[in-house]
């Protein structure tokens, strides 16, 4: 899928593609029979839109629960490419955004330019460079029509609602949720910003000998242009049929990384597909891709760090507690199925060392969607809506976990949360 494409812009025509994929994977499904040509189809038009289209696709591609079991493995092999091999834009259309958003031509502006890239994703595409000093880095590049493509994707609701289903569903997201995800979406499209939060988590993290953060290099930068050092390693495929002692290295990584950004940096990066990370045989993880972070207030932080310290001490009652906060709950039939969701989620850290396995992580997503039918029953006093800043979570916990269920390895998660909570004194 490294062919050169253009972005489809308008809202009719990247409704219409996208109608194709739900009519003819309905079809499929109902048909039975090999999904695999279906499958195929979906990634080609989704890889194809960008945007919030290929992040539906992304999701599905790794995140177990979303598509049934019988289909499962048909589609995330299909959709697999679209973490990082997309269909690219032109070369011509590259250069220009480039010289434009930098200021100069770009054999001034660099030594050496890879004219294929070397991945291409939903909002842009990435190439290898080198400076005139000689060091080798990774150019981001925004997709042409990307802004005006985005945009029509999130004025079209059921696509917005697509990707936020297995988030709770209509009756449970006020319009300032949905208003907070739009937020979030175009805040990708803000590379100036994406340097700020990547300095930001590269600072979190500065004592941690396994994560790698790539520096960013500020004045070959800019709105829609990221330049930052070039980074190697093994694929997330790859990764996973590394022996067992390392997976466990890159599992205890991952989870440090994920929640010391959550409970000290007071930031999560919101969109954990596997494309983002690069594996590195001596157990360190390069981290990539800070465009889709939440900021979470401080008064959330420290009930966060109050349900993470429950957890870790096996404390149901105190967990419960700090949920109730945390989630801003009401009386009422949903309120005891939304805490024992939430239970479920944190059983890696009650029942640590624990191994995360795949059947494990499609059973949160079932259970939300179980909550969302009830939900759909309900009188509106015993609803309540939880707090912006946790509507992502989710997203990354559902990704999150099932990327570590493919490593597939036993670790002591609780041992790794309570040793850089108290090195934060939280």
């Given at each position: ?290 465009g889709c972070v939440q900021e979470i207030p401080e008064d959330a932080q420290a009930r966060a760090v109050r349900a993470h310290r429950a957890a870790i001490a096996r404390d149901e009652d105190a967990f419960r507690a700090s949920m109730r906060e ?101």
């Open positions: 899928m490294s062919d050169d494409r253009k972005v489809p812009e308008g809202r009719l025509g990247r409704l219409a593609r996208l109608a194709t994929v739900g009519l003819r994977t309905g079809a499929s499904m109902i048909a039975g029979g090999d999904a695999l040509p279906t499958a195929r189809h979906a990634a080609e038009v989704l890889g194809t839109l960008r945007g919030v289209a290929a992040k539906v696709g992304q999701m599905a591609s790794y995140v177990d629960g979303v598509v049934p079991e019988q289909h499962r493995e048909a589609y995330q092999v299909a959709l697999r490419g679209l973490r990082a091999a997309a269909p690219s834009s032109s070369a011509v259309e590259v250069r220009a955004l480039l010289e434009r958003e930098l200021g100069g031509p770009r054999e001034a502006l660099f030594a050496v330019w890879d004219e294929a890239p070397v991945a291409s994703a939903s909002i842009g595409q990435v190439h290898r460079a080198e400076l005139h000093d000689g060091r080798e880095v990774a150019v981001k590049v925004q997709h042409p029509g990307i802004v005006t493509a985005l945009e029509s994707d999130l004025a079209n609701a059921a696509m917005v609602e697509q990707l936020l289903g297995i988030a709770g569903g209509r009756r449970l997201n006020s319009k300032a949720l949905l208003d907070m995800v739009k937020g979030r979406f175009r805040e990708e499209l803000d590379y100036d910003l994406e340097a700020k939060r990547q300095r930001h988590f590269h600072a979190v993290h500065a004592g941690d000998p396994t994560v790698r953060i790539p520096r960013v290099v500020d004045e070959r930068s800019s709105a829609r242009v990221l330049t930052q050092d070039f980074a190697r390693g093994l694929a997330f495929e790859e990764a996973c049929q590394a022996p067992a002692a390392l997976r466990e290295k890159w599992a205890r990584t991952l989870w440090r990384f994920v929640f010391r950004g959550n409970l000290v940096g007071r930031m999560f990066n919101a969109d954990p597909h596997p494309g983002n990370y690069l594996f590195h045989e001596d157990g360190h993880i390069t981290f990539l891709d800070f945390l989630l801003r709950t009401r009386p009422g039939a949903l309120e005891p199925l939304a805490l024992d969701f939430v239970r479920r989620c944190f059983e890696p850290l009650f029942a640590s060392p624990y191994r995360i396995r795949r059947p494990w992580a499609a059973e949160l997503v079932d259970g939300v969607k179980a909550m969302t039918l009830v939900a759909r029953r309900l009188p509106d006093d015993e609803l309540f809506t939880m707090p912006p800043e946790m509507l992502f979570m989710n997203r990354l916990q559902f990704g999150f976990y099932s990327v570590l269920a493919r490593l597939d390895v036993e670790v002591d998660y609780a041992a790794e949360e309570r040793r850089f909570l108290d090195d934060a004194g939280l």
